[in-house]
C-alpha cells in the first residue's frame, strides 16, 4: 500500500535529524551545487514518467482472458515482434515475442509472451519478501464486492484474505488490501481507498468495480541503496514512508513477524513505484543471478526519458560506485541487460529507441525515448 497515504508520527530522533539537517544547510547546498556541475542532465530531468507496468506471460490467451474478464482490463495493442533491434532491446538472442497492452482507467499494463525462446516459471516455493517479487495495486470500489468477484473466478490466494489497516495507524486506518495471483503466478493486489484516503480520483462515484492501478510495489533488499538509484540516480520524487507491522501486515503479505519500511515514490506522471524493505524477516531470497526477460518472474516497468542515451550512460558509474563502497556487495543486478540502446525503427511498441536495464536488487526497468 503506497506509502505516502500512511503517514506516521515523527519521532524524537527525527526531529534532532531534522535540526541536524538544519545546521548543515551550507554542506548541503554545496554539495547539490557540486552534483548539478557534474552531472549533466539533472536526476529530475532523467525519467519524466512511469509509462507502463510489464510482466511476462506464458500463455498470452489466458492472460488476456484473466485481465479483461476478472479484473476488467481492456486490450488497446497486440503486436509480434523479432528482429535484432527487439533482441538488443531484450538482451535475449533469437527472440520472436507478442506483446499486448491493456488498460484500466488511465493506467496501462504490458504483457509479453516468448514465443522463441521460452523462459523458465514462477518457482512454487516463492515468497512475498523474496527480492524478485514485485505486484500491482489495482484500485477497487468495494472490496468485499471485489473480493466476492475474485472468489467467483477462483484465483488463488496468496493473503489469507482481505485485511483492513487498523484504526491505530490514524492516516491509513479503513484502507483495505488483499494478495492474489494471476495464472502465472505473478502477485497482484487489490486495494480500497475510504474516503480521505488515498489519491482524490479514487473517491469520484462511479459503476465500476476495478477503478486503474495506483502503484507497483518491489521488495528491496536495502531502502537506502534503492533511493540511491531511483530518486538520486533517475530523479523519482520521494513521496513518504512509513512502518508497517501487526497481524493484518502479516496476514497480508502471508509473511509471519513481517515488519516493513515502505517507501512511495512517484515520477512526474503515471503510477507510483513503492518499496517493502522486510525488516524482518531477514530470509528473503536475492533475484536470480541469472534472470532473464523470458523468465516468467521477469517484471519490467517502463520509464519514458527524453535521452535514452544520457539514461544509458549513468548506468555504468553505479555499478562502479556501488562496488568501490561496498566490494562485498552483489551490484551484478544494478547493471544493463540490454547490450546496447536499442534503434527502433517501425516504433510499433510506441518508441523510438530504449534499453533494459535492473535495478540493485534485480527488477527490471525498460527505458524509452518516444
Same mark, same amino acid.
Given at each position: ?18 535540526? #541536524? ?20 542532465? /539533472?536526476? %529530475?530531468?532523467?525519467?519524466? %514518467? ?15 482472458? #484473466?485481465?479483461?474478464? =476478472?479484473? /476488467? ?16 532491446? &531484450? ?7 507478442? =506483446? ?15 514465443? $522463441? *525462446? ?5 518457482? *512454487? ?13 489495482? !484500485? !477497487? ?6 473480493? &466476492? ?21 490514524? $492516516? %491509513? ?19 480500497? #481507498? *475510504? ?21 507497483? %510495489?518491489?521488495? !528491496?533488499?536495502?531502502?537506502?541503496? /534503492? ?19 501487526? =497481524?493484518? &501486515? ?7 513477524g513481517a515488519r516493513l519500511h515502505i517507501s512511495g515514490l512517484r515520477a512526474l506522471s503515471g503510477p507510483g513505484i513503492e518499496f517493502l524493505e522486510y525488516l524482518t524477516p531477514r530470509d528473503g531470497r536475492p533475484a536470480p543471478r541469472d534472470t532473464r526477460a523470458n523468465d516468467i518472474w521477469h517484471w519490467q516497468t517502463t520509464l519514458t526519458t527524453d535521452n535514452a542515451l544520457g539514461a544509458w550512460h549513468k548506468h555504468p558509474s553505479l555499478s562502479r560506485s556501488a562496488a568501490t563502497r561496498n566490494p562485498k556487495r552483489e551490484t551484478r543486478n544494478a547493471l544493463l541487460a540490454s547490450p546496447g540502446v536499442a534503434e527502433i525503427k517501425e516504433k510499433q511498441l510506441g518508441f523510438v529507441r530504449g534499453f533494459l536495464a535492473r535495478d *540493485?536488487?534485480?527488477?527490471?526497468? &525498460?527505458?524509452?525515448?518516444?
Open positions: 500500500m503506497l506509502a505516502d497515504k500512511f503517514k506516521i508520527t515523527i519521532s524524537q530522533s527525527q526531529i534532532s535529524e531534522r535540526r #541536524f539537517e538544519g545546521s548543515c544547510w551550507l554542506a548541503v547546498c554545496f554539495f547539490n551545487f557540486c552534483f548539478l556541475i557534474f552531472n549533466s542532465p /539533472s536526476p %529530475a530531468q532523467l525519467v519524466k %514518467a512511469v509509462d507502463a507496468v510489464g510482466m511476462t506471460v506464458a500463455d498470452m490467451d489466458r492472460s488476456i482472458d #484473466f485481465f479483461n474478464k =476478472v479484473l /476488467s482490463f481492456d486490450k488497446i495493442s497486440d503486436v509480434e515482434l523479432h528482429g535484432s533491434d527487439y533482441e538488443k532491446l &531484450q538482451g535475449l538472442f533469437g527472440l520472436r515475442m507478442r =506483446v499486448v497492452r491493456m488498460k484500466l482507467g488511465t493506467e496501462t499494463i504490458e504483457l509479453t509472451q516468448y514465443l $522463441a *525462446p521460452e523462459g523458465r516459471p514462477i518457482p *512454487p516455493d516463492w515468497r512475498s519478501n523474496d527480492h524478485a517479487f514485485q505486484h500491482i495495486a489495482i !484500485v !477497487v470500489s468495494d472490496m468485499d464486492k471485489a473480493y &466476492q468477484h475474485l472468489r467467483s473466478h477462483k484465483i488463488r490466494h496468496a493473503s489469507t484474505g482481505p485485511q483492513t489497516i487498523p484504526a491505530t495507524n490514524k $492516516a %491509513a486506518a479503513g484502507i483495505r488490501a488483499f494478495y492474489f495471483k494471476d495464472p502465472d503466478g505473478h502477485h497482484l493486489e487489490i486495494i480500497y #481507498f *475510504p474516503q480521505g484516503k488515498g489519491d482524490p480520483r479514487w473517491q469520484q462515484k462511479n459503476d465500476r468495480l476495478f477503478l486503474g492501478i495506483d502503484h507497483t %510495489a518491489i521488495v !528491496v533488499s536495502s531502502t537506502a541503496n /534503492s533511493l540511491k538509484y531511483y530518486r538520486d540516480l533517475l530523479g523519482l520524487k520521494l513521496a513518504g514512508e512509513s512502518m508497517n507491522y501487526g =497481524v493484518e &501486515q502479516e496476514h497480508l503479505n502471508n509473511v509471519a *540493485p536488487d534485480g527488477h527490471g526497468l &525498460q527505458f524509452v525515448e518516444r
